[in-house]
């Protein structure tokens, strides 16, 4: 792939591993990645929307497989490093993103059933997978970026446990930045506002519909007045990779539209 619709190749020869990238942000980050000269490993527990991205990946002519993984199973995550092990001798990315958002509110316990699923896939998993890779990491050095989260700051009526582990992460991507500093592994992270994935239509009666009611919605909570595209997300996962952000290490940035930090109604 010599050139693409942006005009840059940063990542020729490198290996990327995203979480969840099957989908959504992940799946889009994937496609930027790949687009941009990487070898990109989609680590996912759905096969058939896996197998169709890395299908999508190589039609164009990038580089892509598929690896299976359950973030909520410590051996799934350790079989998953095992094999990525077995076919690389480095690792130059990854992208902690899978994550499962579910609701309860405090007073009424209902987020009791889903603490477990959501630290353990969320939080405990990507450091956990974090861990295992970390042996590639270390060999020609690399960059991560974790997915958190405006939910991290600002805090939801029914979605504690979600934004408690976006909040975890901002501090968990300091922590990384700190102790991998020493290999000459960058850790920074997202924090995305609203934005058009499956996490929002997947489940809806009619996906499609409800995903274009969503990409020509009118909102007020930023200034920009609408949802992101996973695509910009990607845009700076990217740049957060690339060699363009060498001096920028256990950072936040935020792409939101303009809410965070500024005057905008709920």
């Known amino acids: 792939?010599?050139?693409?619709?942006?005009?840059?190749?940063?990542?020729?020869?490198?290996?990327?591993?995203?979480?969840?990238?099957?989908?959504?942000?992940?799946?889009?980050?994937?496609?930027?990645?790949?687009?941009?000269?990487?070898?990109?490993?989609?680590?996912?527990?759905?096969?058939?929307?896996?197998?169709?991205?890395?299908?999508?990946?190589?039609?164009?002519?990038?580089?892509?497989?598929?690896?299976?993984?359950?973030?909520?199973d410590d051996e799934s995550v350790s079989a998953a490093a095992s094999a990525v092990t077995e076919k690389f001798s480095a690792l130059h990315i990854l992208v902690n993103n899978a994550a499962?958002?579910?609701?309860?509110?405090?007073?009424?316990?209902?987020?009791?059933?889903?603490?477990?699923?959501?630290?353990?896939?969320?939080?405990?998993?990507?450091?956990?997978?974090?861990?295992?890779?970390?042996?590639?990491?270390?060999?020609?050095?690399?960059?991560?970026?974790?997915?958190?989260?405006?939910?991290?700051?600002?805090?939801?009526?029914?979605?504690?446990?979600?934004?408690?582990?976006?909040?975890?992460?901002?501090?968990?991507?300091?922590?990384m930045a700190q102790e991998f500093v020493e290999y000459g592994i960058r850790v920074n992270a997202v924090a995305p506002g609203w934005i058009v994935t499956e996490m929002h239509f997947g489940?809806?009666?009619?996906?499609?519909?409800q995903k274009k009611v969503l990409e020509e919605l009118t909102i007020t909570s930023c200034i920009m007045k609408r949802l992101a595209k996973p695509e910009e997300i990607a845009a700076t996962i990217a740049f957060l990779l690339s060699d363009d952000a060498s001096y920028i290490t256990g950072q936040t940035i935020h792409v939101d539209g303009g809410r965070w930090g500024m005057s905008v109604r709920s």
């Open 1 to 72: 792939m010599n050139t693409n619709q942006w005009g840059t190749i940063r990542f020729t020869d490198k290996v990327a591993l995203i979480t969840g990238g099957a989908s959504g942000i992940g799946r889009a980050t994937a496609n930027r990645l790949a687009a941009e000269g990487a070898h990109v490993i989609i680590a996912d527990n759905n096969a058939d929307m896996a197998n169709k991205a890395v299908s999508e990946i190589q039609e164009v002519g990038g580089k892509a497989l598929f690896v299976e993984v359950d973030l909520a």
């Open 100 to 175: 499962v958002l579910r609701t309860g509110r405090i007073e009424d316990g209902e987020w009791l059933p889903n603490w477990d699923v959501e630290t353990a896939i969320g939080l405990r998993g990507w450091v956990h997978i974090t861990q295992h890779l970390l042996p590639l990491l270390k060999q020609e050095s690399a960059a991560i970026v974790n997915l958190s989260s405006e939910g991290g700051y600002l805090g939801r009526p029914g979605q504690w446990v979600y934004d408690a582990i976006k909040a975890a992460l901002v501090s968990v991507t300091k922590t």
């Open 203 to 209: 489940t809806a009666p009619n996906p499609a519909t």
